[in-house]
């Protein structure tokens, strides 16, 4: 059974870069035709989609993401990354990672990590 679990810093200061990191254990990031993807939760919000990666056919992003936003993979770690460039304090949220078969999952869609609470501040 595949397991996700997110990492990352919990604090980020505004105009910095947001690295997160998702670890994939029980299955590989390459097999299979899986989305791998990030979203978040906004405090009061609903889920956001950020983007996803599948391996074969490449990154795709939400448009209102896609020029702050980078998603990648190492295979070596068998992980997938999250860079969020130039974040404000509009970007706090609970972010997760998520294997699905659909492009833009909900709870109910596959695999999901527990979570990793982000807060933007100076």
């Known amino acids: 059974q595949v397991q996700l679990q997110e990492s990352g810093p919990g604090l980020v200061k505004p105009s910095q870069t947001l690295s997160l990191i998702c670890t994939v254990s029980?299955?590989?990031?390459?097999?299979?035709?899986?989305?791998w993807s990030w979203v978040r939760q906004p405090p009061g919000k609903d889920l956001q989609w950020m983007g996803a990666?599948?391996?074969?056919?490449?990154?795709f992003y939400s448009p209102t993401l896609k020029s702050r936003a980078s998603i990648s993979g190492d295979t070596s770690k068998n992980q997938i990354t999250l860079q969020l460039h130039s974040v404000t304090p509009e970007d706090t949220a609970v972010y997760y990672c998520?294997?699905?078969?659909?492009?833009?999952?909900?709870?109910?869609?596959?695999?999901w990590g527990q979570g990793t609470q982000v807060t933007v501040s100076s």
């Open positions: 998520a294997r699905s078969t659909k492009l833009v999952p909900g709870f109910q869609d596959g695999s």
């Open positions: 029980g299955g590989s990031i390459t097999t299979g035709d899986y989305f």
């Open positions: 990666m599948q391996w074969r056919h490449g990154t």
